[in-house]
């Protein structure tokens, strides 16, 4: 069982920075970013692999940039440029297979950190 916890979140104004932290019990060979906004499906947001290859979800490249930190078992999303469609439940997901940005493919997740954009 991987536990994940992620903190970072808050609210800032759009054009500002955010970086979210996932302390991890353990790391796997996909872990990502995902997010949630009100009445809206969880989506992907950005994956990095064993290999440290990194994928982003469209709307965010340029912006966020994903990053680990294997001595202190973190995991980490620094947003730049935040837009007020940033806003949503941000959640950390740890996956054993090689797996894209696919929800279903995830295994572990942690409890989420909520980011909030203001225009």
């Known amino acids: 069982q991987v536990q994940l916890v992620e903190s970072g979140g808050g609210s800032v104004q759009a054009g500002g920075s955010l970086r979210l932290s996932c302390v991890a019990s353990?790391?796997?060979?996909?872990m990502a970013w995902f997010r949630q906004a009100p009445g809206k499906e969880r989506e992907g947001v950005a994956l990095?692999?064993?290999?440290?290859?990194?994928y982003y979800f469209d709307s965010v490249k340029g912006r966020f940039t994903i990053s680990q930190d294997r001595a202190k078992m973190t995991l980490y999303l620094q947003m730049d440029s935040l837009k007020p469609e940033d806003t949503a439940m941000y959640y950390c997901?740890?996956?054993?297979?090689?797996?894209?940005?696919?929800?279903?493919?995830?295994?572990?997740w942690g409890r989420g950190t909520q980011v909030t954009v203001s225009s």
């Open positions: 353990e790391f796997t060979t996909s």
């Open positions: 990095i692999q064993e290999t440290l290859r990194t």
């Open positions: 997901a740890a996956s054993h297979g090689w797996d894209g940005l696919r929800r279903d493919d995830y295994a572990f």
